[in-house]
């Protein structure tokens, strides 16, 4: 399974940015799609992750209410919607998936893995 995302850039605090994966096959019958942040000098945290079947989402308390996730199943993609976006979410973001629905959403946890994409908050 490939992972290629798309959509970061630069915004001013407030603004707005969407966060896209496309996944290369979808062949799995469960899975779980997550998305990660590795800011500079800190190590790679979860910020958000959708499981199939169900549609469960789960959010780090660091961008609930502000970032939402969800998937188009027609074209095997995965967005993170970040709004009012703060200059301490200033990171490369990386999409990720495993098969499995249940466990730690630890990054060693997660077997596919994008390229990542920078996103830059500016005060």
């Known amino acids: 399974v490939q992972l290629v995302e798309s959509g970061g850039g630069s915004v001013q605090a407030g603004g707005s940015l969407r966060l896209s994966c496309a996944a290369s096959?979808?062949?799995?019958?469960?899975?779980?799609m997550g998305w990660f942040r590795q800011a500079p000098g800190k190590e790679r945290e979860v910020v958000g992750t959708?499981?199939?079947?169900?549609?469960?989402?789960y959010y780090a308390d660091s961008v609930k209410g502000r970032f939402t996730i969800s998937r188009d199943v027609a074209k095997n993609t995965f967005f993170l919607q970040m709004n009012n976006l703060k200059p301490q979410d200033t990171a490369v973001y990386y999409c990720?998936?495993?098969?499995?629905?249940?466990?730690?959403?630890?990054?060693?946890?997660?077997?596919?893995w994008g390229q990542g994409t920078q996103v830059t908050v500016s005060s």
């Open positions: 990720a998936a495993r098969i499995e629905i249940l466990g730690p959403l630890a990054p060693s946890k997660f077997h596919y």
């Open positions: 096959e979808h062949t799995f019958s469960s899975y779980t």
């Open positions: 959708i499981s199939w079947p169900g549609g469960n989402t």
